[in-house]
């Protein structure tokens, strides 16, 4: 198997200029505040189970 290479070119260490930002900060704090997921699996996760509910929910 290939070894992945890093961005920063140390292995173990990886660097992400949205966590620098503080993008992902700001994305976990509007989910938590909506109750709305920001990512698309989380978004089809949120509304599978509102179908599911509405199709089992007689």
């Given at each position: 198997?290939?070894?992945?290479?890093?961005?920063?070119g140390?292995?173990?260490?990886s660097?992400?200029?949205?966590?620098?930002?503080?993008i992902s900060q700001?994305?976990q704090k509007?989910?938590r505040?909506?109750g709305?997921?920001?990512?698309?699996?989380?978004?089809?996760?949120k509304?599978g189970q509102l179908?599911?509910?509405?199709?089992?929910?007689?």
């Amino acid at each position: 198997m290939a070894r992945r290479k890093t961005n920063t070119g140390i292995p173990g260490l990886s660097f992400s200029w949205k966590r620098a930002l503080g993008i992902s900060q700001a994305r976990q704090k509007i989910a938590r505040a909506t109750g709305i997921p920001t990512t698309r699996a989380g978004v089809e996760r949120k509304i599978g189970q509102l179908i599911l509910k509405k199709l089992f929910h007689l």
